[in-house]
């Protein structure tokens, strides 16, 4: 279902003419540990240029993050603002005015909001993590450290959660 999918041939090649729109569509992403999933409402202005429509739009979505050193799981409002041209030739992403003069917002919306998705989500940017012998959550649970080495299977998780920056 194309729900951000609007007819503009009362704007194409009219410079200054405006109108505003909205809608919502569905959204299932995934980056990481952490997800957009559901409904995402979205609006937008758009604007006759010469050759086509400038589109400015907002969206609001959920978000659920993972903190990738202790595991713990919360959910963030993102919004996102961009502006997107749509003309006859496609852009750099392939989005382009419709033969139809339809304009579809859904990718460009998806697109923001993918990107507005940490990579690596942090509970607090001092987030303690998990112990690597014990796998306690350091922030909630301090173990005071181990003086001899356990063999746990926390100690081999630890650096697939928490890998090192590159
Ligand atoms: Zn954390
Ligand atoms: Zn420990």
Redo the contacts with the bound molecule.
Sequence with gaps: MKELLFQVSDLVGRPGERRSVSGTMDVDLRVGESWVRGPVAAEATLEGIPDGVRARFRATASAHLV?T??L?EWDVDLEVSEEQLYEPEPDDDGYRLGADDTIDLAGPVRDEIALAIPLRP???PE?L?LCPTCGSDL?RDPCGGHDEPVSSPFAALQGLFDPPDH
């Design positions: 903190c050193r202790c713990i942090l509970c607090q987030c993590g922030n």
